[in-house]
């Protein structure tokens, strides 16, 4: 982790955040310090673990930005819990010189906010944790404060203005209802249509997500093939044939999902288990997956243009050795230490931090949760932390859209009525409508988990395949 951040494209003065120059400081010891295991916390520490290993998030949570950010009140009153506590424990693994933290108080506040996670101290889903911190993070900061309500208007509509446009008009839409550091850094978008196979007509949508939950079947061999499985189009038939508008009747139709934009920190999650209806069971692929931890482009899965390019490399991985239903999560991250290395892979087991050896695997058959970061053209290994855009409604230059498009996109909502010339105030602010926000996170992940669905449906949508395992 560089003990500076400086400034790049993403931290320009356009981005409306003031830049701390001299950035926080880390210790010797910092980014390899374990985490104890408390009973059955293995998923805990493991994804704790990951994202205290994204570079930018580390910077923002460990500055005073996110202090100005936090939210006093919303509508599950987390007061800004997570964030306080999340703030807290980074400040131990970065910022001490300790060997083992005992994360007792984030679980506290995790067993109090979110009881179903800390369910009877069993083992629970590192990626359901990971979606409840990622969600959880986000509405603590949300700058919004009184949120517009949903627009009615298909973007299909918007169609006849371009796609550029009508996707612009969209993230603006959203970004109405939610805008925070997370939005700034992981949030990306989709692009989802419908087509008759009757009469070609087409129905399509743009909807933001946080993170890829994408399948695995024992045939791949490379991440990038289950990212290519997920963007494949889908038949509908049957039981599941669409409603044509222009043929006012229930048609065979062809479902895409296609990645428009991506963000700074992709994460992806790899969907290992699948539920058998023969055996009733849920199934893991074991099969190990091959990718770049560096140099990884991206772009040919992309289906528009991306303006800060789509070459990533690996920041973190969640791991879960063992079948479903028993097993156990460890995390593997590269500690970035600014002039002291160029970055070094370590496993955290828990409390037992272990660096990895020169060719050892990274990214292996045990693989469950991804975290990539998008790398800058020019930018140095060493040094150099970039700041995401800061993502408001009245500066469309920093959106991810092409900035012809998504200035028309912002002066026809503006004669509308739809926008306001000011972004919201940073102050603690109201909760947007939570509730489009969970229903355009399951479009990105394929539907929510059946485990605790009527309880954590107040929180995150998960993808249907989540798994539990013992420490």
Known sequence: MPPQRTSSAHASSRAGRSQDTAGPRFAKKGGKVGLKNIGNTCFMNTGLQCLAHIEPLVHYFL????????????????????????????KALWQSEQDVYDPRTFRKTLKRIAPHLIEGDEQQDVQEFLAFCIDGLHEELNRVKKPPKKSDEEDSTLMQKGEDFAASLAWMRDLERAQSFLVDLMQGQLRSSLTCSKCGHQSSRFDPFMYLSVPVKKEMSNVTDCISEYIQPEELTGDERWYCEKCKAKVDARKKID??????????????????????????????LNMKLSGLDLSEFCSAPQRDGATYSVASVANHS????SG???????????????????????????EYSSGRSVVTRDTYVIFLVRQQPGQSKAGSVPVPRRQTTAQPENWPHPKEAASAALSVAMKEGKAGAKSPPTSPLKSPDS?????????????????????????????????????
Request: glycine share 10%; proline share 4%.
């Open 259 to 288: 990645l428009w934009t991506l963000p700074p920190v992709l994460v992806l999650h790899l969907k290992r288990f699948e539920y058998d209806p023969a055996t009733q069971q849920f199934e893991k692929t074991a099969n190990r």
């Open 435 to 471: 509730a489009r926000r969970k229903s355009q996170v399951q479009k990105a992940t394929g539907g929510s988990s059946p485990k605790r669905q009527k309880t954590i449906e107040s929180w995150v949508s998960r993808s249907a395949s989540g798994v539990t395992g013992g420490a």
């Open 63 to 90: 500055g005073s930005d996110f202090k100005q950010e936090v939210m006093v009140t919303n509508p599950a009153n987390l007061k800004g819990q997570i964030a306080q506590s999340f703030s807290s424990l980074l």
């Open 328 to 354: 156990h999560y460890t995390a593997t991250c590269r500690v970035e230490t600014g002039g002291r290395s160029s970055g070094s892979w370590h496993h955290f087991c828990d409390s037992r931090v272990t």
């Open 322 to 325: 063992g079948e479903f239903g």
